[in-house]
């Protein structure tokens, strides 16, 4: 389970996230819609401690982590139970597609070669790309690399993996293909948090979705009640502007 309590996060002046909360249960789903500056991407980033925020409490697992105390040791130990997917995939250019999910588990997990080797051909199999192991980031189209980087993530067997946007940078045909890889993962019961703007996504996929605006939760439920029931009047507003074919009385 991950817990999100009372999360605050500022830059300067400007307060981003103002005392969230969130509860995601293991195997859940969960996808968070928003305008942009929201705080979706930040709330994601902080999850895994890319950015530290100011205040408030993560818990992943058996793991607590205080962000107000914690230090280098505990930002380790956090990052150790997520993976991040990331909006421009982040792949070594000077390596293989099979060298960059290698990489996570050589360096950090401390993984024999042999054995990353073996479980990283493993996970490239799965996001298919079995046949495009020895190909560098350069010879791979966007969709494929992204796919690069969701392997990446799975190598690593972490609690949850995080999306940030996964889709936003790729050509609109190839967007099918890395959610088709990420509709897979799903009904293998792994735990993920997906920041998207694909609503289709988001209503056929999502076990709970959250809806943010101003650095705070507007309102949170399941796809249903979220996309055929909303309650506050901003998400309407929201969804009125993103699925204009849908009626939302305002």
Not at 51 to 75: L, Q, S
Not at 103 to 131: F, N, T
């Amino acid at each position: 389970m991950i817990k999100l309590a009372h999360i605050a996060k500022s830059f300067g002046r400007h307060q981003v996230l103002k005392d969230i909360n969130l509860t995601v249960q293991k195997g859940e789903v969960v996808v968070i819609l928003g305008p942009s500056g929201s705080g979706k991407t930040t709330l994601l980033r902080c999850v895994n401690a890319l950015e530290k925020p100011n205040d408030g409490e993560i818990k992943i697992g058996d793991y607590t982590f205080d962000c107000k105390r914690a230090g280098k040791k505990d930002v380790y130990r956090l990052r150790q139970k997520s993976a991040m997917v990331f909006q421009q995939y982040n792949l070594f250019k000077h390596k293989t597609a099979l060298e960059n999910v290698m990489e996570g588990l050589v360096i950090v997990k401390k993984l024999p070669k042999e054995e990353a080797k073996a479980r990283s051909i493993a996970v490239l199999e799965k996001v298919g790309l079995g046949g495009k192991l020895d190909a560098y980031p350069s010879q791979l189209s966007g969709g494929q690399q992204q796919r690069v980087g969701i392997a990446r993530a799975l190598a690593l067997e972490p609690e949850v993996i995080l999306f940030d946007e996964p889709t936003s940078a790729l050509d609109p045909e190839l967007v099918g293909e890395v959610l088709a890889v990420i509709r897979k993962i799903a009904k293998e019961g792994i735990t993920m948090i997906v920041v998207t703007h694909e609503m289709g996504f988001a209503r056929d996929v999502a076990n709970h979705v959250v809806f943010m605006d101003g650095g705070v939760i507007v309102e949170e439920g399941t796809p249903s009640e979220l996309f055929n029931h909303p309650q506050e009047e901003r998400t309407k507003q929201f969804l009125k502007r993103i699925t204009p074919e849908l009626n939302y009385s305002i």
